[in-house]
C-alpha cells in the first residue's frame, strides 16, 4: 500500500529555518510530480510548491525567494527547505505526490500533514 509520510515540522521563531522530508513508501512503479500544500483553520489547502520528475519546480509568490523543493528519486522523497520563516508561514503542511503504484491505477496521494508554527 502506497503511503507519505511527512517530517521535520515543529516550532521556530521568525527569520529561522526548518526542512521538511516526505518519503513515499510501497510497492511504487513511478513517481510524477511532488509538491507541498499547506492549511491554517478556516482556510482552503493551497500549494507551496511542486516539482516534477525532471526537477522543474513552480512555487507559490508568498515563498518565492525564502523556500527551496528538492527531491531525490532514489528514495522517493520530496523536500521543503523553508528559510526566513514568518508568522503568516505558521500552518499544517502536507505532502503530495502522482504516484503510479505497482499493481493499481494511478493516483493522487497524501500524506497526513506536520505542524509548522512560526513563532517568538
Known amino acids: 500500500q502506497v503511503q507519505l509520510v511527512e517530517s521535520g515540522g515543529g516550532l521556530v521563531e521568525p527569520g529561522g529555518s526548518l526542512r521538511l522530508s516526505c518519503a513515499a513508501s510501497g510497492s511504487i512503479f513511478d513517481i510524477n510530480t511532488m509538491g507541498w500544500y499547506r492549511q491554517t483553520p478556516g482556510k482552503a489547502r493551497e500549494l507551496v510548491a511542486t516539482?516534477?520528475?525532471?526537477?522543474?519546480?513552480n512555487y507559490a509568490d508568498s515563498v518565492k525567494g525564502r523556500f527551496t523543493i528538492s527531491r531525490d528519486n532514489t528514495k522517493n522523497t520530496v523536500y521543503l527547505e523553508m528559510n526566513s520563516l514568518k508568522p503568516e508561514d505558521t500552518a499544517v503542511y502536507y505532502c503530495?505526490?502522482?504516484?503510479?503504484?505497482?499493481?493499481?491505477?494511478?493516483?493522487?496521494?497524501w500524506g497526513r500533514g506536520t505542524q509548522v508554527t512560526v513563532s517568538a
Open positions: 503530495n505526490a502522482d504516484i503510479v503504484p505497482a499493481v493499481s491505477p494511478r493516483a493522487d496521494y
Open positions: 516539482i516534477t520528475k525532471n526537477r522543474r519546480t
